[in-house]
Structure formats: C-alpha cells, structure tokens
C-alpha cells in the first residue's frame, strides 16, 4: 500500500464538493483496521464521494448558537447503587474466544515486543 | 390433550393470549401450527436464521402447565415471537446477519427476551436481516436476502425484512425488530404489517447489537395496532443495564386501543407533512390523501404544515449513524467474539479479521463514518450534523405545540426489486427519507398499512408523535387502521386464518416434513 498520508483539508462550511482521493480512502481504511484491495479502494472512494457530496447539504443550515444534539433526552450523569450483583461466566465467555489460555484472551504478537 | 388443528387457530397475538390463558387453546397447539406455517412458508421466504422448534415446545409446555394449575402465565401466553438476528439469546446463535458472528452463541439475554419470555411468549426463532442492521432491504445479509410474502421478486425492506417478512406470512404474529432510521417502519410498510419505533429510552437496549446508539431503539412488528401496543407493553420499562433508559415502568396501552374500547380521534389536532409527501409516487400520495380524509371523517382536524428542516435530515443521519458505527464495530477485532483471521501481529490479525468478516456496506459505513470522525473533519462532519438534530429536534417542538400527532409517507415507494438499488448506495439511502427524522428527534413513530399499490403491493402510512406520545399515536393509527378496512385488501400472502379458536378442529391437509400434532 501506498503511504496514504492524510486526506486533503476539507471544505469547511461553503459547501463545495470535497474531493475523496484514492489515498484518502486509503488512509481511512487504514485507521479503520480494514484491509482493502485496490479495486475497492476505487470504488469506496467514488460511492464515499457521492454521499459525502450529499451530506454536505447540511452545511447550508444556520447553526449559529445552535447547540450540538448527541442525545436525544435530558438523561445526565446515570448512577446505580454501587452493589455487587453476578457477572458473565468466566468459562463461558472465553469459550466464545477465538483463542484463550490460562482465564485470558490470547492475541498474536503486539507489534514491536520480542516474539 | 386434545389433537389442536391449524385451521381455526386464534391468530393474532391478543386472541392467541386471550384464549390460551382461559385454557380454551392449548399454547402447545399454538406453537404446533405456527411452526408448520414456517416448514410451509420459509423455504421460499427465507426470513428466519434459526428456527428454535424445540425449545419453543418446551415454553409451551410450561405455560400449559402454568394455565393447568390456575397459575397467570402472562399478557402473551402461549404467543409465538419471533426475534430480529441482532438480539441477544444465550446459548443460541446470534449473527447480526454477519460472517464475523457466525457461529457465536452469545454468553446472555437481551433484557427485551427476558421480558418475552416472563411474560410467557414463545420465541420460535431469529429472523434476517441487512447486516448489522446497515441497509433498507435485507439484501446485505451475508446468509441470503429475504423475500416480500407478497411478491417473491420484491425485496421485504429493512433491515428488520426479515422480521416484516415473518409476520406478514403469518409464521408468527409478533416480531421484534430495531430501528435506527427506519428499520422497523419500512420493512413493515413493504411488507403490509404494523410496525412502530418507540421514543428512545423506553425499551432496553441491553443485548441488543448496536449500530448508531443513540438512534437505535427496538420495536414491534404485529398484524394490528393494539398487538403492537401489548408487544410494547411487555417490553417497555426502566432497566440498569441501559443507560439510556428512561426511569419509568412500562406502558400500559394495549387495553385502550383494543377494537372494542378504541378511542376515538374526535378533536385531535393532525398534521399532514409536506416534506414527508413530496416526492413520494403516485400510490402513496393518494393512499396520504386518503388517510387524511378518513381523519377528518373521524372527527381530527387535519391541516397541512410545513417542516422545511426536516429537508436535511437524512444528510445528517448519513453523518452520524455511520460515525457512531464505525465507533461500535471496532469492537469486532478478533479477540473476544466471532471470527478471526491469524496473522503474525495483532494489527494484521485485526485488519485480516475485519476484511474477511465484514460485507461491502458495512466497510463502506464503517469508512464513511471513521472519515466524519477523523481529525480534521469532526467538526465539519460530525459536529454539524449534531448541530442540524437540534434544529430538527426544534423544528419538530414548534409543529407540536399545535399539532397532537404529525402524518406522513413512511417510504416514498412500495417494496422495489430485488437488486435495483444494490449498486448505488445513495438510492437505497434515499428510501429512509421519510423515517430518519423521528430517530434523530428520538420520537415515537409508526407505520400502518393503509391500502395498496396498482400492483397489490402494500402501502404504509407514518404516525408521528413527540417524545412519549405513544398514546395520541396509537389512537390515530388505530384510527388508520379501522378505515383501511374499506380500502381494496391487501393479499393474503399465506397469511393464517384470522377466525377464533375453536378446539377440536382436525388439522386438516398436512404436508410432508411437517411437526407433529402433540401428544
């Protein structure tokens, strides 16, 4: 793969289309943790374009002083009794792994660390 | 015990409960026939991933049991449900329509299946669905799209198709499905059954897979309104597990939209939307101006009202449920659940894992959304699009200041092709057009069917109500509901007899394959 680098500076609030590169997507795919062919990488980064391009409708709302909504109802700061109750079974949890040892998950090697 | 036929069945949930809590009905017989009806009917469907026949026969037995000892088996006795493939059940495959779940038996129950199943509801099976629940037509399931009962080259909507398709058939009469931009209410506007999102908060999302969390609510699919309000009535009320949910008991609203008791819409105040009309096609327009009238025949005051802000909510939900997507799935890394590709290091592994176990829409959402969220873009993006739910939030406020209950299309066509949008992803985007808006308002919406198409394809007409308005919504879409019984019929499609139990009944014409009669 290319070095993707980062994407473009994006279009701010005129508007305009912003253009998706190949690299962009690239870059993207790469923060996503997904793997993507070149032929893919084509086409996400035409269909990205196409609904980016329709998103970028909401830039033509006034939002001044208008606070951002990240939750519909006015539920802040839930608490429950601190209060030991049952958890997930240990066994039957990591039986679900695709690897585990000892009461663990087990994973290949983290990059860098001796193997 | 009595050999139970499948023909003259009691067949909507409340008399299915009703008859199966006086002991006239066996809820053993219940499950018998609904379970035929899926040997008959899912072969040339495919809307169930798992069928659980026998531990359906095991829940009927009990509350057979429960009703022989004079014991309350509950408001959904012997009822068989069927549950969208993106609810948890323990010990029973749950795959979110997804490679990357193959296989994973999930290590609890959703708090919606513990609530089922206390109240003595039968769940036969998981139903299909668009992966991860990222599409409007079920055709994104990784095991094989669902067919519309009503016409097998039509896709049943989605993502809850499977669900829809399921209940129109007459496999079981009550379905649960989720909703993030409209995955109940399209689905059942295709299909020709009732579906409804209740306002978020009101139903548990503990175990129920997320997509975009703070648009994700779960709902009920069934044959009639007061159906849809005794499903939400089990399944409503606060649970610690979901943070997000309100701190009330459940609702209680199935007994006042009852046919019998059904109030009545006389001086409520109805709006029909204009954005939630323009650009629908012919059948649907006509089948809103009709709706309209049969409201005002009613007795509500029905005026037209202008929202122009709801113009823009389908681009940000385009923003923010992709970016709280590709936030919630990077949980599937290979390491707790599903699948797993081996590489020699952990990034690989995961980038392998995510490759192999994803399908394209759920990649092309999960990138859509990792860009709105990366550096550089978050406020241009994300931000924004929060920015444009609070104004749609307002603008939805300031019509409910006068307005009781808002009307409008749910979808802008009836059930398309099979394949007809699978290649351009905007188009099939632009079927939520008409259901998005009450998801980012977190409002109650439903869907009723109200008529059909040139084609006899059903068409759904959309209730909305402000936050916790179930209760108008019901009302005016129990209103729907009474005056589409003069419109022209919606097709059978294999739906099963709607008359009342009769106990005794042979069962008549069993085909090869079929469960047998019980003991």
Known sequence: MSDPGKPSVPGGSSGESRRLSRSDAAYVARLARLDISDEELDLYADQLEAVLDYAAEVDSVDTTAVAPMAHPLPLVNVLRPDEPADSLDRDEVLAQAPASEDGRFMVPRILGEAP | MSAMGQAGQPASASAIAESVRAGSTSARSVVEAHLAAIDREDPSLHAFLTVLADDARAGADHVDELVSRGEDPGPLAGVPVALKDNLCTRGVPTTCGSRILEGWLPPYDATVVRRLRAAGALIVGKTNLDEFAMGSSTENSAFGPTL???????VPGGSSGGSAAAVASGMVPLALGSDTGGSIRQPAAFCGVVGMKPTYGTVSRYGLIAFASSLDQIGPFATSVVDAALLFDVISGHDPHDSTSLDRPGSRLAEANCPDSAQSVEGLRVGLVRELM????????????KAADALSAAGASVEEVSIPELRYALCAYYLIAPAEASSNLARYDGVRYGLRVDAEDLTSMNSATRAAGFGPEVKRRIMLGTYALSAGYYEAYYGKAQRVRTVIADAFAAAYQRLDALVGATAPTTAFSMGAKVEDPLSMYLSDVCTVASNLAGHPAISVPFGTDEAGMPVGVQVLA????????????????RASASLPGIPAAGRASTGRASTGDPAPGRAPGQVGEPA
């Open chain 2, 148 to 154: 519309n009962p009503h016409d097998r080259s039509r």
């Open chain 2, 466 to 481: 402000p936050a916790l308005g179930e209760a108008v919504m019901l009302r005016v879409a129990s209103a729907l509901e």
């Open chain 2, 278 to 289: 323009d650009g629908t096609d012919d059948p649907v327009a006509q089948m809103l101006a």
